[in-house]
């Protein structure tokens, strides 16, 4: 190979580089939620290191799910500090709209309480279902869009998989009753940003 070809080959190879990432307003690079294969790009570097590297408080941290992406975005004045593949409800399309029918809510939420969990790595519970969740709920009920003796349901979460079964992440297999879950190695990485005051905001 001419020294010419080994330039350009050279400079294909390095713009190649870029192709799963932009640059912030910074000149750093930070990533896109979605490849072309459309699978949720990961940083590897551990949030942690992110977080003490950027200098970033943790109580400035939010947390932002798109459900139709299948991404968990760890959010810091409105920049992605890193972002996670998840699942959802067995019934992931739509609003939750009562208890039992498999669907994770959507809305903007808070955190109740976080712990270490026997099955699913940790449990991240949400403070679901809100005021605004109770006024979709009595709608629907007005409307007749659900039953007059419909439950709203309650105890959604963020947590991880069973032990061995993180290919469901992987191979989005919305497994759960409406939580959102994660790969015990990400949820475990996750898992110290949540405080008592932190917005979760789950869309579409």
């Not at 992605?80 to 809305?107: A, C, S």
Request: aromatic share 12%; glycine share 6%.
């Amino acid at each position: 190979m001419n020294n010419m070809s080994s330039i350009f080959t050279y400079f294909v190879i390095w713009i190649a580089s870029f192709s799963s990432c932009t640059l912030d307003s910074k000149g750093d690079a930070i990533q896109n939620t979605e490849n072309a294969s459309n699978e949720v790009w990961v940083n590897p570097i551990s949030l942690d290191k992110i977080i003490k590297d950027k200098n970033i408080k943790v109580e400035e941290l939010s947390i932002l799910v798109e459900k139709s992406k299948y991404v968990l975005k760890v959010i810091h004045k409105d920049t992605i500090v890193k972002q996670f593949p998840i699942v959802l409800g067995r019934n992931p399309v739509g609003d939750k709209m009562q208890e039992g029918d498999y669907k994770t809510p959507e809305g903007t939420f808070g955190m109740v309480s976080k712990y270490a969990h026997a099955n699913w790595k940790y449990f991240i519970w949400i403070d679901y279902p809100t005021e605004e969740s109770w006024k979709r709920f009595n709608e629907r009920k007005a409307n007749g869009t659900i039953k007059k003796d419909a439950k709203i349901g309650g105890e959604i979460g963020i947590h991880g998989t069973p032990e061995g079964m993180d290919h469901w992440i992987s191979q989005k297999e919305n497994w759960t009753f409406g939580c959102v879950s994660l790969s015990r190695t990400h949820i475990a990485e996750i898992y110290p940003v949540f405080h008592k005051k932190i917005k979760i905001t789950i869309v579409k």
